[in-house]
């Protein structure tokens, strides 16, 4: 009943079940690391997918960018800070102007 007195609440958590659909869908998939380096690093390859979908990056471009980028960046943490989803530029509007 507290979405009838605040106006900013929603009336079901519709938005966070299609925010872990993605993860459920690709959850067996997942069974079959091979290593757990393997498995770490997935995690965090989905974790930056997730973070592009978040902040409306265009996940393609954000890791052919990225990827061109750390071959050629000093890597030091506030580099490295300067490329996470929510830093980059591009957004799904500006995809074509690339």
């Known amino acids: 009943m507290n979405y009838l007195k605040d106006s900013r609440l929603e009336i ?3 938005a966070s ?3 872990t659909k993605h993860f459920a869908v690709g959850r067996k998939n997942w069974l079959f690391s091979d290593s757990i380096d393997g498995a ?3 995690a ?3 974790s930056l997918l ?3 979908h978040a902040h409306k990056v265009e996940s393609f471009v954000y890791f ?3 990827l061109n980028a750390l071959a050629t960046m000093n890597n030091t943490p ?7 989803p929510f830093n980059f530029t591009f957004t ?3 995809v074509s102007t690339l």
């Open 92 to 94: 799904l509007n500006s």
């Open 12 to 14: 079901d958590n519709n």
């Open 44 to 46: 965090i390859i989905y």
């Open 64 to 66: 052919k960018a990225v």
């Open 40 to 42: 770490h690093a997935g």
């Open 50 to 52: 997730e973070t592009c």
């Open 17 to 19: 079940e299609r925010a």
């Open 78 to 84: 506030e580099a490295l800070e300067a490329l996470l």
